[in-house]
């Protein structure tokens, strides 16, 4: 059973930044591909990021591009959402989730946090 808590979460201004973290117990943090997902009110969840630490490869969807940073530290058991030049449309519950990643549009998250809001004002 792999159990992920995600923390880090808050309000910040426009063009602010945020470091989110998930926690994971169980497996070792490389066990899995690990991915960040958001949910905007009214709206589904979406990929935001994801890490696959084995390749050492990464992906990120078109909003978060240039923006955001994830990053894995298998000594910790924690992935890592680094969130700059934040946006209001940014605002959303952000996810954490293990399972598998492809590609930002290939994935198969088996297990999910609870989510933590990010709240970015203007």
């Known amino acids: 059973q792999v159990q992920l808590v995600e923390s880090g979460g808050g309000s910040v201004q426009v063009g602010g930044s945020l470091r989110l973290s998930c926690a994971r117990s169980g497996r070792p943090v490389n066990y899995y591909d690990m991915g960040w997902f958001r949910q905007a009110p009214g709206k589904e969840r979406e990929f935001v990021a994801g890490i696959n630490p084995r390749a050492s490869a990464v992906y990120y969807a078109d909003s978060s591009k240039g923006r955001f940073t994830i990053s894995a530290d298998v000594a910790k058991n924690t992935v890592t959402l680094q969130m700059n030049s934040l946006k209001p449309e940014d605002t959303a519950v952000y996810y954490c989730?293990?399972?598998?990643?492809?590609?930002?549009?290939?994935?198969?998250?088996?297990?999910w946090g609870k989510g933590i809001l990010v709240t970015v004002s203007s």
């Open positions: 989730a293990a399972g598998w990643i492809g590609s930002r549009e290939d994935y198969e998250m088996n297990y």
